[in-house]
């Protein structure tokens, strides 16, 4: 059985576990870093970025959660999650796990449409149509020459991708009843 670890800081980690679950996974929420031990897996929920990476700093993740990072620790980041994991944000001074080569811009889909829900096409979930909710979501401005965009929008706007063991959405996949993208990361971790 595969653990899964959910940073459970702040945000949306409950609907996590609970889809992580439903796919037979083992999922536990991470509080502490000496939680992550023995994580084959690890995801940062959406929330407020600024917070969670406040939280982060504070409890010591930064210094474990790189390390395991950068020795192919599978990692999945929805929204705030994505801005967390990202190489550069633009208009951010908070902290960042600097994990996947991309740039991202937070709240950039504004104000009067901060949340909205739209049909993506997601290749490598198959053939039906994915319902993706996105809630102040961050964009992807650009991504760099190892990521693989993995969905996007009808403008172009790639809005999911990876980067070897990093997996990144702007939207919320723990918020649908669809479990395809989660079966996805399980498949990464492996
Ligand atoms: N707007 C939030 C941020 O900038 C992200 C929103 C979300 O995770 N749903 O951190």
Redesign the pocket.
Known sequence: MKRIGVLALQ?AHIEHIAILRRLGAEAIAVRLPQELEGVDGLVIP?????TIGRLMQLYGFNVSLQRLIGDGLPVLGT??GM?LLAKQVIGLNGYSLAAIDIQVR??AFGRQVDSFETDVQIPVLGDPLYRAIF????SIEGVGRGVEVLASLPDGKPVAAREGNIVVAAF?PELTEDSRFHSYFLGVVD
């Not at 959406?46 to 600024?50: M, Y």
């Open positions: 945000g959406g929330g407020e970025s600024t929204c705030a801005i937070r709240n809630i102040r979501a961050p919320h």
